[in-house]
């Protein structure tokens, strides 16, 4: 399982890493001021999310459910938020109006919250 945490991890914060420099130089032309911060947005809850995999990975105080239900959460949570914020906001450099997939957005802010409150959930209750 930490194979497949720290591989995630590695992935999201390399196109992290990736999606800020393409948005920071290419995009920078393009894009409305409001539209990179939004772009912006979209990459920094990816690298935090990427660091919150490393840490999960790292952590031998969770069980292998946890863990895995953690991963899907913040994969799944990475993937709406932070791509459909991608897409809205390069919005206007294409023909398809990616506004009508704008719900995707706070389900996927949801399923971090989700992952986050299980992982707090768990410390909770552990006994010291």
Known sequence: MDKKIFSAAGFFGMTAI???AFGAHALKKVLTVDQLVTFETG???QMYHALFLL???LN???SFNTKKTILVL???GIIFF???IYLLATDSLNDFN???IGFITPIGGLLLIMAWAI???HFLKKKS
Do not use: Q
Request: proline fraction near 0%; glycine fraction near 12%.
């Open 55 to 57: 840490f999960l990975g």
């Open 18 to 20: 990736v999606l800020g």
């Open 43 to 45: 990459v920094k809850y």
């Open 98 to 100: 990616f506004k009508i």
């Open 82 to 84: 932070s791509g459909s």
């Open 60 to 62: 031998n105080h969770l």
């Open 74 to 76: 913040t994969i799944l």
């Open 119 to 121: 992982l707090t959930i």
